[in-house]
């Protein structure tokens, strides 16, 4: 079976990554047997926005629709406006094929250590899936400015809630915690100071919660919820939140499991009518682009996911075991304390896969 994979390497480490994940992809496919990945590049960059003023081309979300899944690395450069970058590619990509679901395990790795076990009074026990709401909410991109070249005078942005998008990720939150052991969701709002949006969050989680008795369930404001992930963070197992306080929640979650670089995600379409794009949750890294030293475990573990959603999930726990063998071994980058590089270690995960 051949799966088609749509790869946007991006920018900065977005590329290194992607070269890395693209790699052991090919070999844990030769070493299983019975599939394999057919990789098609596309180079939508910030370096290509410049020569030629467009990051995607017109029809590129159907150019996207025929494949099996998306790859992506990252996206954003100093020389281009951040907003206007992910507004000309990847929020489009999600938006457009419907990915509204925003999956985002932590865990800590076997040989990485988590910056909380310096915390005397915290545990560091943490295992937790963050379901971001990816489709609506703060990153709706609806409001405006009233000015002139000269002042600024007021800016709306805009946060849509809608009753079918809370409801479908409540929904998607509420199966996710019922597959996992502890069974428990936490569900993040901030629906004291911000009256509407945020009170129709709760008042659509209990209303979901009633049909899911088996699952234990509260509530947290998303100020106090930053305090309880550093202080309890066994307290915590499965947590649903918008796009913009999962979007923050989940870089704190990913630095207190050791690093940005080990933590993955998946966009999803769960209707399945278009593909699903898998991407380590970091940006571009500009401060260490070019340099061979971006940590590839958050593309490994993205590139897992993406292999246990097209169907082959024996390969996708043989590729996250050889990535646990490796850190577990002290083969690692610096931000997790090691000295090896991107290449070294991507080597390391292909012989540990090969010894399958
Ligand atoms: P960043 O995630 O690129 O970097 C933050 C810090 O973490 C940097 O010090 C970086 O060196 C380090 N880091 C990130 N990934 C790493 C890895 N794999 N290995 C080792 N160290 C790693 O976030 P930042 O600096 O806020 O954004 C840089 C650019 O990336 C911006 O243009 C931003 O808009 C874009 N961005 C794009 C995203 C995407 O494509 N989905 C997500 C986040 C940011
Ligand atoms: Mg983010």
Known sequence: KVHRIASIPGDGIGVDITVAAERVLHVLAKTV????????TFDWSSEKYRERGWYMPP?????????????????????VPDHISLWSLILPIRKSLNQYVNVRPTRILP???SPLSALSTTSSHLDWVMIRENSEGEYSGQGGTSHSDTSYAVA?????FTYVGVSRIMRYAFETARSRPRKKLTMVTKSNA????????????????????????????????????????ESLDTI????????ILSDLAAALSGSIGIAPSSNLDPTRENPSMFEPIHGSAP???????????????????????V????AADMLMQAVENVTAAGVKTKDLGGDKNTEEVTTAVCEEIELR
């Open 156 to 160: 709306t942005e805009v946060s849509i």
């Open 311 to 314: 169907g082959e999930g024996s």
């Open 111 to 113: 040989g990485t250590t």
């Open 240 to 247: 649903v939140a918008t796009n913009l306080h999962a979007d």
């Open 33 to 40: 047997g019975g599939f394999e990945f057919d990789f098609t």
């Open 194 to 233: 911000q009256r509407h949006g945020m009170v129709l969050w709760d008042k659509i989680f209990y209303e979901i919660a009633a049909e899911y008795p088996d699952v234990e369930t509260d509530k947290m404001l998303v100020d106090a919820m930053t305090v309880r992930m550093v202080l309890h963070p």
């Open 287 to 309: 401060d260490i682009a070019g340099k061979g030293i971006a940590n590839p475990v958050g593309a490994f573990w993205s590139a897992a996911e993406m292999v246990r959603w």
């Open 59 to 79: 029809d590129g979300i159907d150019q996207l629709k025929k494949f099996d899944a998306i790859y992506f690395g990252a996206v954003g450069s100093p020389d």
